[in-house]
């Protein structure tokens, strides 16, 4: 199971950080990734980190805003997002893949049920 929280409402340049811990399995040898779905469009792909930490990933419209990290030995991974956008408005989920570093839905086994992030202008 993966619980997301930290999500809230903020206003545009200002920063949150959100959290993924797992429970009922370790995920410390899954690829975590974040994903975020706004309002009518598709589950996007936002981050992606290896297990070892080695492979980090970011979608463009992200890269050099946010920042995946892990713990993994509190099983958690994190999502620290800063110069935050109206456009970054969506539900953001915690997902693991047990192969690669898939920058798809598809690649993920489990997901998290998704916190919900507000940017106002």
């Known amino acids: 199971q993966l619980i997301e929280s930290g999500g809230g409402l903020v206003q545009a340049g200002g920063s949150l950080s959100l959290s993924c811990a797992a429970s009922?399995?370790?995920?410390?040898?899954?690829?975590m990734g974040w994903f975020r779905q706004a309002p009518g469009k598709e589950r996007e792909f936002v981050a992606t980190i290896s297990w070892n930490v080695i492979i980090t990933r970011y979608a463009d419209s992200v890269k050099g805003r946010f920042t995946i990290s892990r713990n993994n030995a509190k099983n958690t991974v994190y999502l620290q997002m800063s110069s935050l956008k109206p456009e970054d408005t969506a539900v953001y989920y915690c997902a693991a893949a047990s192969n690669g570093t898939p920058d798809r839905p598809s690649g993920y086994d489990y997901w998290g049920q998704g916190t919900q992030v507000t940017v106002t202008v």
């Open positions: 009922g399995r370790t995920f410390s040898r899954y690829t």
